[in-house]
């Protein structure tokens, strides 16, 4: 068998994690504007004379559903037609959803318009993350953890051109198009950049035929992780605003930024670790601990000053990167079917992103002024499970049960 020289395709990796730059800022941008898109979508105003921002809530949620449902679908297409399809498709989804959400007059003209972003959010996951395993063979969780490095750069670059925009009297709306234009560019790059023959790096006799995917406790473990770890970090990302505001922070907005400092400190560190090879799946157990921990903090002494901490503390132990390792795991278990796996490790990211934080709007909508303390515990409880199945696969791995990088 001829040798592959995968250091040609590093380029493509980059361009590919490129469009997880543009997705960490899509994902995020809504949470930042609540009170500009309530206004757009007639949203009715509270007493202080803010608006109602429960239903953007329920809006931002529907991206989880439009991933839920097409990664089914999304992971097949990957596996069959290429990771370059896939991407290429989520480049387009993307676009569209920019562009849509903007002009969107009411929320349910948006909801449809977060579905098409919550597909893009699929095709990108099966086509980018399968493409970035296969060149950066060596390492399946260091390949992954780039992906949280990239969405994490972008989330951290955001707040810094929220200001911009505010700064120099645009409208917000100049970030989507912005955005819309950059992730068209990725796409050209994307589509003529070369990428390595699919599965290339599985061994013999583990082909896509002969191996029959077999779901072990451990595995279906993994993929409930997949719903704890993104509550945690969802609740948080898209319901921090009001929490602070409860605490009376003067710009609840800069929780933003150390959230995803916390969050790039994380991904460096545990990447470095990694190569200094700390097993990937003691960090399935770790990281959530310490959120839930700092979770109960907040929620406890309620200052401005510990919601800038636990900003940069959830940040760093919730979205640094145990989605991404409990994928890289479940590939490694299913070496011949990355994108299946990733879609069904996604499908379970998608209904927490769908379930959880249309309780949060509930809770936010119906708790009054006690409706962020009541999301904070609801944070708390799915963080804790979460834990308890990351120390169940850990024991596993001990058995000799689970395969990991």
């Not at 562009?99 to 980018?128: E, H, K, R």
């Not at 950066?136 to 490095?149: D, M, N, P, R, Y």
């Not at 000053?305 to 503390?313: P, Y």
């Not at 990733?342 to 379930?355: E, K």
């Amino acid at each position: 068998m001829e040798t592959i020289n995968y250091k040609k395709y590093y380029p493509t990796a980059l361009v590919m994690y490129i469009s997880f730059f543009i997705h960490g800022i899509g994902v995020s941008i809504l949470g930042q504007y609540k009170q500009n898109f309530a206004g757009q979508w007639g949203a009715a105003k509270l007493a202080d004379g803010s608006f109602d921002v429960g239903n953007v809530l329920i809006v931002i949620a529907a991206l989880g559903l439009g991933r839920l449902i097409t990664l089914p679908f999304a992971g097949p297409i990957s596996d069959r037609f290429g990771r370059k399809t896939s991407a290429l498709i989520g480049v387009l989804c993307y676009a569209v959803y920019f562009v849509g959400i903007v002009f969107s007059p009411n929320m349910y003209v948006a909801y449809a318009f977060a579905i098409m972003g919550g597909a893009a959010n699929s095709f990108l996951d099966t086509g980018v993350i399968p493409a970035c395993l296969e060149i950066l063979v060596e390492s399946s969780g260091l390949a992954t953890i780039f992906t949280k490095l990239a969405v994490s750069l972008g989330q951290l670059l955001l707040p810094t051109m929220i200001g911009f925009v505010a700064a120099n009297e645009l409208s917000f709306k100049s970030i989507f198009f912005l955005m819309a234009a950059l992730i068209i560019i990725d796409g050209i790059l994307i589509a003529f950049m070369p990428v390595p023959p699919m599965n290339s790096n599985v061994k013999s006799g583990e082909n896509a035929a002969s191996q029959k995917m077999k779901f072990t406790p451990a595995a279906i473990a993994l993929i409930a992780i997949g719903f704890t770890c993104t509550s945690t970090f969802q609740l948080w990302l898209n319901c921090n605003q009001e929490f602070g505001k409860l605490v009376g922070m003067a710009d609840p907005s800069r929780i933003q930024s150390y959230y995803s400092t916390g969050t790039i400190i994380a991904v460096l560190l545990t990447a470095f670790l990694m190569k200094k090879k700390v097993q990937p799946l003691k960090f399935l157990v770790l990281y959530p601990a310490i959120a839930m921990t700092m979770l109960i903090i907040v929620y406890i002494v309620k200052t401005p000053f510990i919601c800038l901490l636990g900003g940069f503390v959830i940040g760093f132990s919730a979205a640094g990167g145990v989605l991404q390792m409990a994928t890289a795991a479940a590939n490694d278990m299913f070496p011949a079917n990355k994108g299946k796996i990733t879609s069904i490790i996604m499908i379970a990211s998608s209904l927490a992103n769908y379930i959880i934080l249309n309780i949060a709007g509930i809770l936010t909508k119906n708790g009054g002024a006690e409706g962020p303390l009541h999301v904070i515990l609801l944070n708390i409880g799915i963080t804790f499970i979460g834990i308890l199945l990351a120390v169940f696969v850990n024991s596993q791995y001990r058995k000799g049960k689970v395969k990991a990088s």
